[in-house]
């Protein structure tokens, strides 16, 4: 049974953790996939500078270290700026999957341009840096926002209404005045709104986490993985150095 572990990118538990979980209810894998959810035990508040990205590549990074000795096949990770993606990936020998360059790519087979929709103006360095890494500004129409601050444990639970509607109208705009073919959710913490917008919109909307479990099952079945060449492994590896650094954080609570 190929096994799939999902990197939480906060120390979530309980019913926030269930709502990370309802990607996979609607990723349309093969019913001898096993998905498992584990939140990182210490991060940032938010991914909104240098100082935050730091931190949330080193708690990613731990939360995922022992990932191939405990079985798992595959990792994902629940954050369209792929955090921990490259380090994790130097790491370990099964395949890492990132979201955000995985939607990107995809796009690219759906249509020739394609825009972003996130939450608000201080995700989209992180769009642009995932972008500027693929080389693919140019095919990027927009990154358009809804202007509210994202909820990174409860998510939309309860402002549906509210979001669902405005997330429209900024996809409607990078539609008809920005050229977009396709419409990429800028986070996982969207995921709620991706039904509710393909219904409504004459463009396919790629749906980021869902898409990543999908691609990771495919490479898992073909015996792919990151190359080497791209992504070496250490010289001498830090497992317990990292180990030590999150556990100290994880008592950390100001």
């Not at 708690?59 to 700026?81: H, K, N, P, Q």
């Not at 990078?174 to 991706?194: R, Y």
């Not at 590896?237 to 954080?249: D, L, Y």
Request: proline content about 6%; charged content about 25%.
């Amino acid at each position: 049974m190929p096994r799939i572990l999902v990197i939480v990118p906060a120390p979530v538990s309980g019913e926030q953790l269930e709502l990370r979980r309802a990607q996979a209810a609607v990723a349309g894998l093969p019913e001898d996939v096993e998905v498992d959810y584990r939140a990182v035990r210490a991060s940032a508040d938010n991914q909104v500078s240098h100082h935050d990205y730091a931190l949330s590549e080193i708690c990613i990074l731990e939360a995922g270290l022992s990932a191939e000795e405990e079985g798992y096949d595959a990792v994902c990770i629940d954050t369209v700026s792929d955090s921990g993606v490259n380090t994790l990936r130097s790491m370990l020998d099964i395949p890492v999957v990132g979201p955000g360059r995985t939607s990107y790519l995809v796009a690219l087979m759906l249509g020739n341009r394609f825009s972003v929709v996130t939450m608000w103006d201080r995700w989209k360095p992180l769009v642009k840096k995932t972008l500027t890494d693929l080389q693919m500004l140019d095919r990027c129409a927009s990154i358009r926002t809804i202007g509210m601050e994202p909820d990174t444990r409860g998510l939309l639970e309860g402002k549906e209404d509210e979001t669902f509607s405005k997330m429209l109208e900024a996809a409607r705009l990078c539609i008809d005045e920005d050229g977009a073919e396709v419409i990429c959710l800028g986070s996982t913490t969207m995921h709620d709104a991706a039904e509710f917008l393909t219904a409504r919109l004459e463009v396919p909307v790629v749906n980021p986490g869902p898409l990543s479990y999908q691609v990771a099952s495919l490479l898992i079945r073909l015996r792919l993985a990151q190359s080497r060449a791209a992504w070496p492994s250490p010289v001498k590896p830090k497992e317990e150095m990292i180990r030590a650094m999150i556990e100290a954080a994880a008592g950390f609570t100001e």
